[in-house]
């Protein structure tokens, strides 16, 4: 069925104007002022509300096996609760451990959300070691439309890769226009400091981010970077969290090193107390890097206003309660991540827009058409145009609410914003042309997303 979205203000990077959408054939076909629609068009009214692309997240967990469990979302409820939330496209890590074969792992990602979506999405190929036939599995994968890759300087011996495997993917991923994302902390740091912590009895979860400091985050970013500047690659650094990192990062890009740099919501608005909280209530924000002093919060905040925080992700993770207790007697066993995949652009827009801390602009770039550009998916996602899929954000800037795990849609049974009020939700949100939400329901069709297929683009 054809699409009319009417009267909106539509908000992309660059432009603001009060127009009609029409979209048919999954496919926005025009865009202009009092357009005629033919019978059978579904219209949708957006007077008095503004009119995004749909949002992009760039980096979550779905499918996870880690730190002795699983993460507890799938597809089917990862897709919905991002939905909801005004995510319409996710892309998710895939991440097989160094002890399993790349290519069975990428085959086992796609399995797990084949079918299952309702939202479209990619992967980024974590590369968790460098073995012989790592090349041609990887030009494989890359073949299949997956232009990303994934690098972990941390979680030594399980996704974590040494200096010469860095290398080695960031000069494979040169040859094939790649971009390679890359999770920058020092392993042998953290995994000394962890047992130096305990030997002390230090074990609850206030001591995780003492294992894990800053300087470390920041070691690991500049080390990144030298690597990507002497191979000539093009890398992202994902969920930086801090000052010291983000000079690392900016000192890189001002000497032309082609980085780009990700935070991510928790980094944003939660602080360390959260995770000084005694018992659960701390394990529930464990997370690598960890939230940091509440002064880095300011420093993230500015550099995203200023476009040298390049995108907004979640690093969405869950871990319910019980899995977190696994980490009950030592908080090096705490499973690591915060979920966010449904909150986090109403979250960004209350705290970012609305707060006087980010202009539009910079909202819709951040949240959606950076991520397009750089992972290869401008302008059929990521903008609002002719030809562009028709996956849009009809949004309400008069909603009030309030981020509860009572009301979510990921599976999980604690929420780490719980409390925090919101000021504006989606009313609408499509994909492809097709009404997936509305009014934070979800009222479209489940297994509707498609994986999309990428082509590289840093050469
Ligand atoms: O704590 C986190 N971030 N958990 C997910 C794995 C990762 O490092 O992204
Ligand atoms: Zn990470
Ligand atoms: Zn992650």
């Known amino acids: 069925m054809a699409l009319l979205i009417r009267n909106g203000e539509i908000v992309t990077v660059g432009s603001r104007v009060q127009a009609d959408i029409y979209a048919e054939n999954e496919t926005i076909t025009r865009i202009g002022k009092n357009l005629d629609a033919p019978p059978n068009t579904e219209i949708i009214d957006a007077t008095g509300k503004l009119v995004f692309p749909g949002f992009i997240d760039p980096h979550v967990h779905v499918y996870l096996p880690f730190m002795a469990t699983f993460a507890k979302d799938t597809h089917q409820t990862a897709s919905i609760a991002a939905l909801i939330g005004g995510t319409t496209t996710y892309i998710e890590m895939c991440c097989p451990n160094r002890n399993d074969d790349?290519?069975?792992?990428?085959?086992?990602?796609?399995?797990?959300?084949?079918?299952?979506?309702?939202?479209?999405?990619?992967?980024?190929?974590?590369?968790?070691?460098?073995?012989?036939?790592?090349?041609?599995?990887?030009?494989?994968?890359?073949?299949?439309?997956?232009?990303?890759?994934?690098?972990?300087?941390?979680?030594?011996?399980?996704?974590?890769?040494?200096?010469?495997?860095?290398?080695?993917?960031l000069e494979l991923a040169k040859r094939l226009g790649v971009i390679v994302t890359a999770h920058c902390e020092n392993a042998e740091l953290v995994a000394r400091l962890q047992q130096k912590l305990i030997a002390d009895g230090k074990t609850g979860p206030e001591w995780h981010e003492p294992s894990r400091p800053e300087s470390v985050e920041a070691e690991g970013t500049g080390r990144f970077a030298t690597f990507v500047e002497n191979t000539g690659a093009t890398g992202y650094v994902v969920h930086l969290s801090c000052e010291k990192a983000l000079h690392a990062a900016l000192t890189a890009?001002?000497?032309?090193?082609?980085?780009?740099?990700?935070?991510?919501?928790?980094?944003?608005?939660?602080?360390?107390?959260?995770?000084?909280?005694?018992?659960v209530e701390g394990m529930k924000h464990v997370m690598s890097p960890p939230l940091r002093a509440k002064h880095n919060q300011d420093v993230l905040w500015n550099a995203l206003a200023h476009g040298s925080v390049d995108t907004i992700g979640t690093d969405h993770c869950p871990f319910d309660m019980e899995q977190?207790?696994?980490?009950?007697?030592?908080?090096?066993?705490?499973?690591?991540?915060?979920?966010?995949?449904?909150?986090?652009?109403?979250?960004?827009?209350?705290?970012?827009?609305?707060?006087?801390?980010?202009?539009?602009?910079?909202?819709?770039?951040?949240?959606?058409?950076?991520?397009?550009?750089?992972?290869?998916l401008f302008p059929r996602k990521g903008t609002i145009a002719v030809d562009s899929d028709a996956d849009i954000v009809v949004y309400d800037t008069n909603y009030r609410g309030v981020v509860s795990a009572k009301s979510q849609h990921t599976n999980n049974d604690y929420n780490g914003f719980e409390g925090m009020e919101i000021e504006g939700r989606p009313s609408v949100v499509t994909v492809r042309g097709k009404v997936q939400v509305r009014e934070g329901k979800f009222v479209g069709e489940r297994g509707r997303g498609k994986l999309l297929k990428r082509e590289p683009t840093h050469f």
């Not at 090349?135 to 439309?145: F, K, N, P």
């Not at 090193?257 to 018992?279: F, I, M």
């Open 102 to 169: 790349a290519l069975e792992g990428y085959q086992l990602w796609k399995s797990k959300a084949d079918g299952k979506s309702a939202c479209d999405y990619a992967f980024h190929m974590s590369v968790t070691k460098f073995v012989k036939e790592t090349e041609s599995q990887l030009r494989q994968i890359v073949a299949d439309g997956t232009a990303s890759f994934k690098i972990f300087l941390a979680y030594k011996n399980f996704f974590g890769v040494d200096d010469g495997e860095m290398y080695q993917t």
């Open 324 to 376: 977190k207790l696994l980490g009950k007697d030592s908080f090096v066993t705490i499973p690591n991540g915060i979920p966010g995949i449904e909150d986090r652009v109403n979250l960004l827009y209350t705290n970012g827009v609305k707060r006087g801390r980010l202009n539009l602009d910079r909202f819709v770039d951040a949240a959606s058409t950076r991520a397009a550009k750089l992972f290869g």
């Open 253 to 279: 890009k001002s000497r032309g090193v082609k980085l780009s740099v990700e935070s991510v919501l928790p980094h944003l608005l939660l602080d360390k107390p959260y995770a000084e909280r005694p018992g």
